[in-house]
């Protein structure tokens, strides 16, 4: 892979102006009408109307990106949040009648026929997608939809607790439950649920109003239902929902009684009678908790020399996000929460934003937002901003695959043997354990969105009846049920990026598949990822996991196999 190159340029401006930046949309106006009124001859001035329209989404994309990175960077700045809810309220809405006006003039003109298929086969699907989907009733409720859903970051960013006299985020008060002091353990446990408790009713009426306009939106656009309504919006082409109910079964008839060993063993570890649910995470007396870096310089420095060992072209890509200030990764008081990589469509080198606090799990988190990173570059050169919007379930395999990948250097990390293993053995288990959260999440969405009507009550007693159908019986909640009941709530994607979720365990199969293909064939293996990366969003997701060399399946024989697989290298460790 020598050829291939992270000092990626800006997409040079053909159509607007190099200073041109997005203000107002009096500003932006004249240039959707330009492509309207543009008579198109021939398959060349298609083509070259494409270039110009997606010159246009890139510049718009990039400066919606912005603002809403800036603001989850510091929630309690009010200039920040107004800039962002003024693009949603301002700007989006009146572009949208001019995207859809411009989808049918793409589709109607007589030369799509002449395009070549094998490139433009999935963003013609896409576009008439697009077309089905809009209605015009739709645009105020979706401004809104885009505002409430940022509370959420905004509520849990002042989430804080005391521990030792000292105050800290929810995400950096977390460490503490890795501590072989079970003492401390509880009393940052309980401080967290009693927290989390305090903001209960303040997320539920959020999200109950998000559940009542999301239903109005798929209403309005034919759908019976919201998760009909994402299915189709998301662009589920090539899996149905029963696909998913059917993996919701795989996962726990094949990988809850894997969870139930590895937390039985957890147990006898720490040599308890009972595991109660802040001794999941923690080591044993005498263990010291794994610190895989301090700050976040520290991080960064090692996530390059890691990705450089894996190939230098990985370990560059990070290199230059560096140099560029594209990385905010340490947790702090007023930043919202959770881990992102944003994509940023005309400069092309994308964003890092997380909240690390020292753990194997940050650790985890920056390999698995910089396989996203990766994925952002391969894809940069693609002619159109569209072909670069490529699907969740392969770009969560980039990701995810890169967790495994680097396994075989964290040696940067842990100099010490027996640290590096335990941190393997933590990385392995995890890559399973993530499973039944995962069909705990999305099957309560559906629940959801074909019940709209729902109560908090009947909500909360639904999630207990989910939670309880994919959660091993090991640990202990008594006392807590209260904190239980509301845990649904820590998941920033129902509130954000509802339905986004089942995603992450189609790509952990495609991820632990990406990774028995390496242990078998390295190289082969790293150039199949690359291949497939590089393809952004031109192909189907089967074609995308053929170029990456492994299946798009989800069904539970592969669920099984995978899982033995990862169960016989734990066994090694």
Same mark, same amino acid.
């Given at each position: *892979? !020598? !050829?291939?190159?992270?000092?990626?340029?800006?997409?040079?401006?053909?159509?607007?102006?190099?200073?041109?930046?997005?203000?107002? /949309?009096?500003?932006?106006?004249?240039?959707?009408?330009?492509?309207?009124?543009?008579?198109?001859?021939?398959?060349?001035?298609?083509?070259?109307? =494409?270039?110009?329209?997606?010159?246009?989404? +890139?510049?718009?994309?990039?400066?919606?990106?912005?603002?809403?990175?800036?603001?989850?960077?510091?929630?309690?700045?009010?200039?920040?949040?107004? &800039?962002?809810?003024?693009?949603?309220?301002?700007?989006?809405?009146?572009?949208?009648?001019?995207?859809?006006?411009?989808?049918?003039?793409?589709?109607?003109?007589?030369?799509?026929?002449? %395009?070549?298929?094998?490139?433009?086969?999935?963003?013609?699907?896409?576009?008439?997608?697009?077309?089905? $989907?809009?209605?015009?009733?739709?645009?105020?409720?979706?401004?809104?939809?885009?505002?409430? &859903?940022?509370?959420?970051?905004?509520?849990?960013?002042? *989430?804080?607790?005391?521990?030792?006299?000292?105050?800290?985020?929810?995400?950096?008060?977390?460490? #503490?439950?890795?501590?072989?002091?079970? &003492? =401390?353990?509880?009393?940052?446990?309980?401080?967290?649920?009693?927290?989390?408790?305090?903001?209960?009713?303040?997320?539920?009426?959020?999200?109950?109003? %998000?559940?009542?306009?999301?239903?109005?939106?798929?209403?309005?656009?034919?759908?019976?239902?919201?998760?009909?309504?994402?299915?189709?919006?998301?662009?589920?082409?090539?899996?149905?929902?029963?696909?998913?109910?059917?993996?919701?079964?795989?996962?726990?008839?094949?990988?809850?009684?894997?969870?139930?060993?590895?937390?039985?063993?957890?147990?006898?570890?720490?040599? $308890?009678?009972?595991?109660?649910?802040?001794?999941?995470?923690?080591?044993?007396?005498?263990?010291?908790?794994?610190?895989? #870096?301090?700050?976040?310089?520290?991080?960064?420095?090692?996530?390059?020399?890691?990705?450089?060992?894996?190939?230098? #072209?990985?370990?560059?890509? %990070?290199?230059?996000?560096?140099?560029?200030?594209?990385?905010?990764?340490?947790?702090?008081?007023?930043?919202?929460?959770?881990?992102?990589?944003?994509?940023?469509?005309?400069?092309?080198?994308?964003?890092?934003?997380? !909240?690390?606090?020292?753990? *194997?799990?940050?650790?985890?988190?920056?390999?698995?937002?910089?396989? @996203?990173?990766?994925?952002? #570059?391969?894809? @940069?050169?693609?002619?159109?901003?569209?072909?670069?919007?490529?699907?969740?379930?392969?770009?969560?395999?980039?990701?995810?695959?890169?967790?495994?990948?680097? *396994?075989?250097?964290?040696?940067?990390?842990?100099?010490?043997?027996?640290?590096?293993?335990?941190?393997?053995?933590?990385?392995?288990?995890?890559?399973?354990?993530?499973?039944?959260?995962?069909?705990?999440?999305?099957?309560?969405? @559906?629940?959801?969105?074909? !019940?709209?009507?729902?109560?908090?009550?009947?909500?909360?007693?639904? /999630?207990?009846?989910?939670?309880?159908?994919?959660?091993?019986?090991?640990?202990? /909640?008594?006392?807590?049920?209260?904190?239980?009941?509301?845990? /649904?709530?820590?998941?920033?994607?129902?509130?954000?990026?509802?339905?986004?979720?089942?995603?992450?365990?189609?790509?952990? $199969?495609?991820?632990?598949?990406?990774?028995?293909?390496?242990?078998?064939?390295?190289?082969?293996?790293?150039?199949?990822?690359?291949? +497939?990366?590089?393809?952004?969003?031109?192909?189907?997701?089967?074609?995308?996991?053929?170029?990456?060399?492994?299946?798009?399946?989800?069904?539970?024989?592969?669920?099984?196999?995978?899982?033995?697989?990862?169960?016989?290298?734990?066994?090694?460790?």
């Amino acid at each position: *892979m !020598n !050829n291939l190159s992270a000092d990626i340029k800006k997409v040079p401006r053909h159509f607007l102006p190099e200073d041109f930046q997005v203000t107002t /949309w009096d500003t932006l106006q004249p240039y959707f009408e330009a492509l309207i009124q543009r008579n198109i001859n021939s398959v060349t001035d298609l083509e070259s109307w =494409l270039k110009d329209m997606s010159e246009l989404e +890139a510049v718009v994309s990039e400066d919606a990106c912005w603002r809403q990175i800036k603001m989850t960077c510091d929630t309690t700045d009010k200039s920040l949040e107004e &800039a962002f809810t003024y693009f949603c309220m301002e700007i989006q809405p009146k572009l949208q009648p001019y995207a859809d006006a411009l989808n049918k003039k793409f589709i109607e003109s007589p030369y799509v026929k002449e %395009l070549d298929p094998d490139l433009y086969k999935t963003y013609i699907r896409s576009v008439n997608k697009q077309i089905k $989907l809009f209605r015009e009733e739709n645009i105020p409720i979706q401004a809104e939809l885009s505002v409430m &859903a940022q509370q959420y970051g905004a509520i849990a960013g002042k *989430m804080t607790i005391t521990v030792n006299g000292q105050e800290y985020t929810l995400q950096q008060a977390a460490k #503490f439950l890795e501590s072989s002091d079970r &003492a =401390l353990r509880e009393e940052v446990f309980t401080k967290t649920a009693a927290r989390r408790l305090e903001d209960k009713q303040a997320l539920d009426e959020l999200y109950s109003g %998000l559940v009542k306009k999301r239903d109005q939106v798929a209403k309005n656009a034919g759908f019976n239902n919201y998760r009909d309504y994402k299915f189709e919006e998301l662009g589920r082409f090539d899996y149905t929902k029963e696909d998913v109910f059917q993996f919701h079964e795989a996962i726990k008839s094949h990988i809850v009684p894997l969870v139930q060993d590895t937390l039985e063993k957890q147990k006898t570890k720490l040599n $308890l009678e009972v595991l109660r649910p802040w001794d999941t995470d923690a080591e044993p007396v005498g263990v010291q908790p794994l610190e895989p #870096f301090h700050t976040g310089d520290e991080l960064v420095s090692k996530a390059i020399e890691t990705f450089d060992k894996l190939d230098p #072209f990985f370990g560059d890509c %990070l290199r230059v996000m560096k140099q560029m200030g594209r990385l905010d990764l340490e947790s702090r008081k007023g930043k919202a929460p959770g881990g992102y990589n944003c994509p940023l469509a005309e400069t092309g080198v994308p964003f890092i934003f997380m !909240n690390a606090a020292g753990q *194997m799990k940050d650790l985890t988190t920056m390999v698995h937002e910089g396989g @996203h990173a990766v994925h952002s #570059f391969l894809s @940069h050169n693609l002619t159109l901003s569209a072909f670069k919007e490529y699907p969740m379930e392969i770009a969560e395999v980039a990701s995810m695959s890169m967790e495994l990948l680097t *396994m075989d250097y964290w040696d940067i990390f842990f100099k010490d043997a027996d640290q590096l293993r335990r941190a393997k053995l933590q990385q392995l288990e995890r890559s399973i354990t993530i499973f039944p959260w995962i069909a705990t999440i999305d099957k309560f969405q @559906h629940w959801i969105y074909e !019940n709209p009507q729902h109560t908090v009550e009947e909500r909360t007693a639904k /999630w207990l009846e989910i939670l309880n159908e994919f959660s091993p019986s090991v640990v202990d /909640w008594s006392g807590h049920e209260d904190y239980r009941a509301i845990t /649904w709530q820590r998941q920033l994607h129902l509130f954000e990026v509802p339905f986004y979720y089942i995603e992450y365990g189609i790509a952990q $199969l495609g991820a632990i598949a990406m990774w028995k293909q390496y242990k078998e064939n390295k190289q082969q293996a790293l150039e199949n990822y690359v291949k +497939a990366l590089s393809l952004g969003n031109t192909k189907t997701l089967p074609e995308l996991y053929k170029a990456a060399g492994i299946k798009f399946d989800f069904s539970p024989a592969y669920v099984k196999e995978l899982a033995d697989f990862v169960k016989a290298e734990i066994s090694k460790i």
